[in-house]
């Protein structure tokens, strides 16, 4: 899947836009009225769009309904299952888990409960 986050305080339009791996490969346009709510998220999957990501890594685009480059990501070799997650403005990681539609971040840290203290027996 392919995922757009909204980082601005207002929804925004971008029907007509379109997305592509590459110069020469065919673009899938969004259509027309598709909205990402304010602070929101869009999910695209490979059965909607036909964007094929390699595991190999690649390229996505993001082209605005004139066909001018809004943003690209180059992205690297990825294990099965993995994604590649925007961790700020200008730094990219494939180490946390895939949230399709949420906020990426690390993963959890898994807590190990503390045994509970056991009173000694009364007498």
Do not use: C, H, M
């Not at 029907?15 to 490969?25: A, K, S, V």
């Not at 180059?74 to 949420?102: C, I, N, Q």
């Amino acid at each position: 899947w392919i995922e757009l986050y909204n980082t601005s305080q207002r929804a925004v339009d971008i029907g007509g836009w379109y997305l592509d791996t590459g110069p020469n490969t065919r673009a899938y346009q969004l259509r027309r009225g598709t909205r990402i709510a304010a602070s929101g998220f869009l999910v695209l999957y490979r059965s909607q769009t036909g964007l094929v990501l390699g595991d190999e890594g690649g390229r996505v685009r993001l082209l605005n309904a004139r066909q001018q480059l809004v943003e690209r990501v180059d992205f690297p070799a990825l294990a099965a299952d993995a994604s590649y997650s925007r961790k700020d403005a200008r730094t990219w990681t494939s180490e946390w888990p895939p949230t399709p539609g949420k906020v990426n971040g690390p993963p959890a840290i898994e807590r190990r409960a503390e045994p509970s203290p056991v009173a000694p027996p009364r007498r």
